[in-house]
């Protein structure tokens, strides 16, 4: 019911092997993220001064909302043209689990994006992901970081998505 009413969107596991990501789909394997995080932060009761202002304030969701910040700026500026899909990419060996947060695709090339709420983060999912797909040129990290660029990993703050997304 909430996604014909388009309150939730989907992100889809893709192998990321490859453009178009939905071609190595797996639609069974999903997980939601909400249509407006301000919806979301009313639902849990954050304050914009919270996240705006205070975003050194730790709160359990913290994490959570980034990632549907960013996956909301990537669905806005998409092709217009096309219906709007976002796709993750996940590895579950018995000895290494990885999750990359975003796939996309630019200039025909697949590109991780990595979602933290804060400054740290070692990105063990990202180097993992870019050496098993040598096709992808780099990777994408956003966070509470100024732009950098180190390791084939391109980082942008967390309020500079709509800047990059025009940029790419």
């Known amino acids: 019911m909430l996604k014909k009413a388009n309150v939730v969107n989907s992100v889809t596991h893709t192998a990321g092997q490859g453009i178009p990501l939905g071609a190595h789909s797996k ?4 997980k939601l993220i909400m249509l407006d995080i301000a919806l ?3 639902l849990l009761g954050i304050t914009s001064e919270n996240w705006i202002l205070k975003p050194e304030i730790t709160f359990i969701n913290k994490g959570n909302i980034a990632e549907s910040f960013v996956g909301q700026e990537l ?5 217009s043209y096309q219906e709007s899909s976002l ?6 060996k018995s000895s290494s689990q ?6 996309i695709s630019k ?10 709420s804060g400054t740290g983060g070692t990105l063990k999912s990202m180097h993992l992901f870019l050496e098993e797909h040598p ?4 990777g994408i990290r956003y966070s509470m970081q100024n732009y950098s660029v180190f390791e084939k990993i391109h980082s942008y703050p967390l309020y500079g998505v709509m800047a990059m997304l025009k940029k790419e």
Not at 135 to 138: A, E, L, R, V
């Open 107 to 116: 200039r025909n090339k697949v590109i991780p994006v990595e979602v933290k």
């Open 27 to 30: 639609p069974d394997q999903f």
């Open 98 to 103: 990885a999750e990359i947060d975003y796939l």
């Open 135 to 138: 096709n992808s040129p780099y």
């Open 40 to 42: 979301t932060q009313m």
């Open 87 to 92: 796709y993750f990419w996940c590895r579950q």
């Open 75 to 79: 669905l806005s500026y998409s092709d």
